[in-house]
């Protein structure tokens, strides 16, 4: 059990210093080859930091262990919003300038919904996750299509103003995107394992394990670089990381699980994790899109009221399964 638990935080650690080197390598990669600043910070900071989610579903549903792939989905969408946005609030209200932002939240919504019907059935199956990767697509040609037009969205200034902090010669950005993705697989299949060992000890379902311990963990990339976003004023790219991760989870990561093995979901998850994340996605939305005309804003009270919900979901989940 000890060694199970070393392994988790062991596997914590290296995940969360990988993907920032992940991360940080691909951006400075894409922008030494002339990507617009838009586009990465659309592509590469939005989707770039669901790289541990990514690596660990694959790895999870590969070794016959579906739950902890859709908890870490789900668990970890509940996360960004919740406990990643309310933390964030508190230090610093975030104010939303990108209009990208702006048309990305209701395509969020939307593909929440999707998710949730497609759930209805009781299964993600291979039929679905190709109909989640045909979205995804769609997604994606929007995303570059967007991020090629000139535009001087706050988004472009905030992921600028971010590789500028962490510049790097192409050399050194293409090591780290090889050794971060390298340290990634190696982090998350010690990860899984360590997960796996726990819940069995304790007797919990390896969805509580996904929703909790890993999602939290996977989480934590996202978590650091929207806590150092925030201070530096570049409130734009906390809710892009947000967004981004979300929309790469429900479409990309979830995909991934039921392309390789089909995903049972249990009554509970509809009534209870799905409802949650629906809640969550629905209230980002109106909080963060400025339905008055004005800039979208999410206040320190608002993000007290996020991280008490997180705080009263993890309380409820870990009264109900242990």
């Known amino acids: 059990m000890m060694t199970a638990w070393l392994a988790v935080a062991v596997g914590l650690m290296l995940l969360v210093w990988s993907a920032e080197r992940f991360v940080e390598g691909a951006a400075a990669t894409a922008h030494h080859f002339g990507m617009p600043s838009l586009l990465i910070g659309m592509l590469v900071f939005g989707f770039g930091t669901s790289a541990p989610e990514m690596v660990v579903s694959a790895l999870s549903a590969l070794q016959g262990n579906p739950g902890i792939a859709l908890g870490n989905a789900y668990g970890s969408n509940i996360a960004n919003v919740a406990l990643i946005l309310g933390l964030t609030a508190l230090l610093r209200p975030i104010t939303v300038h990108s209009q990208v932002l702006r048309r990305e939240l209701p ?29 995804f697509g769609m997604l994606m040609i ?7 037009q000139p535009s001087d969205d706050p988004l472009g200034g905030d992921a ?25 697989i190696i982090s998350s299949r010690l990860l899984v394992w360590g997960a796996v060992d726990i ?36 409130h734009d790219l906390v809710l892009g990381n947000v967004i981004g991760s979300n929309l790469f989870n429900t479409a990309f990561v979830v995909g991934i699980a039921g392309a390789i093995h089909p995903v049972t979901v249990t009554a509970e998850v509809l009534s209870r994790d799905m409802l949650v994340m629906a809640a969550l996605t629905v209230s980002l939305f109106i909080i963060g899109y400025g339905f008055r005309g004005g800039p979208g804003r999410v206040n320190r009270l608002e993000g007290g009221v996020l991280l008490m919900v997180y705080v009263g979901y993890m309380v409820y989940l870990t009264s109900v399964s242990l």
């Open 160 to 184: 600028l103003q971010e590789m500028e902090d962490h510049a790097m010669t192409v050399r050194q950005a293409l090591l780290w995107v090889v050794a971060g993705l390298i340290l990634l």
């Open 199 to 234: 819940a069995q000890s304790l007797g919990v379902s390896d969805l509580v394990i996904g929703l909790t311990i890993v999602a939290i963990g996977t989480s934590l990339p996202e978590l650091a670089a929207s806590v150092v976003a925030v201070r530096k004023g570049e």
């Open 107 to 135: 395509i969020l919504t939307a593909m929440t919904a999707l998710a949730y019907g497609q759930a209805l059935d009781g299964v993600i199956s291979h039929t679905d996750a190709m109909g989640l990767f045909a979205v």
């Open 142 to 148: 929007w995303t570059i299509w967007q991020g090629l």
